[in-house]
């Protein structure tokens, strides 16, 4: 199993990216994915997740600004994130989902190699 995340960038305060995170080796439509981020000095926290046939889960901070979707076609999760501000900064990363907690890294097996994002004040 592969991931590919891409799609970060730098952007103003406010305004908006999408992540994307492509996976290969394993049928995508069946697979509970997760994002994560890690600030510089800080440690990795989740901040969503998709599983499979549940629907979407937030971290409270990214609550009402970030939004998920699946392209099954493409193998694809994508993380749209608007309104962005500037404790956004941080290394994305996604990675399949094993069990157990959502919000929890050890709850995930592969992972991406991240892609950063900065926002600037």
């Known amino acids: 199993v592969q991931l590919q995340a891409s799609g970060g960038g730098l952007v103003q305060a406010g305004g908006s990216l999408r992540l994307s995170c492509t996976v290969s080796?394993?049928?995508?439509?069946?697979?509970?994915m997760g994002w994560f981020r890690q600030a510089p000095g800080k440690e990795r926290e989740f901040v969503a997740s998709?599983?499979?046939?549940?629907?979407?889960y937030y971290a409270e901070s990214v609550k009402g600004r970030f939004t998920l979707s699946r392209d099954s076609g493409k193998n694809a999760l994508y993380l749209q994130m608007n309104s962005l501000k500037p404790e956004d900064t941080a290394v994305y990363s996604c990675?399949?989902?094993?069990?157990?907690?959502?919000?929890?890294?050890?709850?995930?097996?592969?992972w991406g190699q991240g892609t950063l994002v900065t926002v600037s004040s």
């Open positions: 998709s599983h499979w046939s549940a629907g979407s």
């Open positions: 080796g394993r049928p995508f439509i069946r697979t509970t």
């Open positions: 990675a399949v989902w094993q069990a157990g907690s959502y919000h929890n890294t050890r709850s995930y097996t592969t």
